[in-house]
């Protein structure tokens, strides 16, 4: 078959699973046996520690690493992406691999015009705040863990977001004890993703701030899920997947400018 093949170990069933990215015409999608799940946060239908896309009982989880990787390459259609399990590989935990994959591609089509938001929003959900000021396109994510992680942040253009890609995710050694006691995390293992205990993390780590650039990753990959980019200063303090995929919902309520509305309204009342 062709496509461009990555394999691995999903890091919460522990499964085997293939992936092909295949060149096609129309938005992004994942092909789950004969279902075709579209790119779209109105697809989301979990976010356990991850973003799970499904439709009609097809379902497929952590996607939100291949889709940072795809957007930074410019990917914003054009792709399909064939996955045999349940959930996307974990890889070493970073989006890195899923760059080397992406590049395989070659050239994306034309971007899509960019959401220009209408007026500024502040947005919270379960201890998390994400504000939007209208404005050249940049994010800024703060995080608040307990030690050894502490507070940390990260701010950038998008010009910078290929550098989140090599950024693993993590976790504390007592929240994975907890869910493998519940039969969850089944693929955690070393090389995939960094772990802390109290006295630090447990492999020597990329940036010391990896741990808010895999947060700002993890951003950058759920907001792919509008499906363009945002133009727009988002600030997102103590992010989660479940408030990225909420915070769009919301998003989508809201009126946004059309190319004519920023250019002129004289412009517009001509043309219409
Ligand atoms: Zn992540």
């Given at each position: 078959?062709?496509?461009?093949r990555?394999?691995?170990?999903?890091v919460?069933?522990?499964a085997?699973v293939?992936?092909?990215?295949?060149?096609?015409e129309?938005?992004l999608?994942?092909?789950l046996?004969a279902t075709?799940?579209?790119?779209d946060?109105?697809?989301?239908?979990?976010?356990p520690?991850?973003?799970?896309?499904g439709?009609?009982g097809?379902?497929?989880?952590?996607?939100?690493?291949?889709?940072?990787?795809?957007?930074?390459?410019?990917?914003?259609?054009?792709?399909?992406i064939?996955?045999?399990?349940?959930?996307?590989p974990?890889?070493?935990?970073?989006?890195?691999?899923?760059?080397?994959?992406?590049?395989?591609?070659?050239a994306p089509?034309?971007?899509?015009?960019?959401?220009?938001?209408?007026?500024?929003v502040?947005?919270?959900?379960?201890?998390?705040?994400?504000?939007?000021?209208?404005?050249a396109?940049?994010?800024?994510?703060?995080?608040?863990?307990d030690?050894?992680i502490?507070?940390?942040?990260?701010?950038?253009?998008?010009?910078?977001?290929?550098?989140?890609?090599?950024?693993?995710?993590?976790?504390?050694?007592?929240?994975?004890?907890?869910?493998?006691?519940?039969?969850l995390?089944?693929?955690?293992?070393?090389?995939r993703g960094?772990?802390f205990?109290?006295?630090g993390?447990?492999?020597?780590?990329?940036s010391?701030d990896?741990p808010?650039?895999h947060?700002?990753l993890?951003?950058?990959?759920?907001?792919?899920?509008?499906?363009?980019?945002?133009a727009?200063a988002?600030?997102?303090?103590?992010?989660?997947?479940?408030?990225?995929?909420?915070?769009?919902?919301?998003?989508?309520?809201l009126?946004?400018?059309?190319?004519?509305?920023r250019?002129?309204?004289?412009?517009?009342?001509?043309?219409?």
């Amino acid at each position: 078959m062709s496509g461009v093949r990555v394999s691995g170990i999903g890091v919460h069933s522990g499964a085997a699973v293939t992936v092909r990215l295949h060149r096609s015409e129309g938005p992004l999608a994942f092909r789950l046996g004969a279902t075709i799940v579209a790119a779209d946060v109105d697809r989301v239908v979990a976010t356990p520690r991850c973003t799970v896309l499904g439709d009609g009982g097809a379902t497929v989880a952590m996607v939100e690493h291949l889709l940072a990787a795809l957007a930074v390459a410019g990917f914003w259609s054009g792709v399909v992406i064939e996955v045999d399990g349940p959930e996307l590989p974990i890889l070493d935990g970073s989006a890195a691999p899923w760059r080397e994959a992406v590049a395989e591609l070659g050239a994306p089509p034309p971007p899509p015009e960019a959401l220009h938001v209408a007026h500024d929003v502040r947005f919270e959900h379960e201890g998390t705040t994400i504000a939007l000021r209208k404005g050249a396109p940049s994010l800024d994510v703060a995080v608040a863990f307990d030690a050894p992680i502490g507070s940390q942040a990260w701010s950038g253009t998008p010009e910078r977001y290929g550098e989140l890609l090599d950024a693993r995710t993590f976790a504390f050694r007592h929240e994975l004890e907890a869910l493998w006691a519940r039969g969850l995390a089944l693929g955690a293992a070393p090389g995939r993703g960094i772990v802390f205990t109290a006295h630090g993390p447990e492999v020597p780590l990329r940036s010391a701030d990896e741990p808010v650039r895999h947060k700002a990753l993890d951003a950058v990959g759920d907001f792919v899920l509008l499906g363009r980019p945002l133009a727009a200063a988002v600030r997102i303090d103590r992010g989660s997947h479940a408030a990225h995929v909420t915070f769009m919902r919301h998003l989508r309520t809201l009126p946004f400018m059309s190319a004519d509305e920023r250019s002129s309204s004289s412009v517009s009342r001509s043309r219409a």
